[in-house]
């Protein structure tokens, strides 16, 4: 070799991969200020931004993307899930929400 060599070669390709989605936490979960005061505020803490936002909004989204619980085997967590129903542009605050286990997927609701 000619000791070239690239520190993009020694970091791990983990530690620059975004967050994303974020744990919501139960009881147990040690929480640093930012996480406490999206809380206090009703929202969801992004890690990628270190930002609030509110559940079924944009949020940190991509277009199409909405700010969405999803379920899994060890508790909810914020994620950016593409948006199955569409909102109203001329009424941004009435958006269609997804219902499971129904014959209609999509039912009207204020965002």
Known sequence: GDGVWSITGLIHTD????????????????????????LAKGQVF????????????????SS?????????????????KQRTCPCDPAYPELCEVEVRDQDCKCKVALA
């Open 15 to 38: 530690l620059i991969k975004k967050k994303t989605s974020w744990r919501i936490p139960d009881n147990e979960t040690d929480l640093d200020l930012d996480e406490l005061t999206c």
């Open 46 to 61: 992004w890690p990628d931004d270190r930002q609030c936002y509110d559940i079924l909004s944009p949020g940190p989204c």
């Open 64 to 80: 199409g993307e909405w700010l969405a619980l999803e379920e899994d085997t060890s508790g909810d967590k914020a994620v950016c």
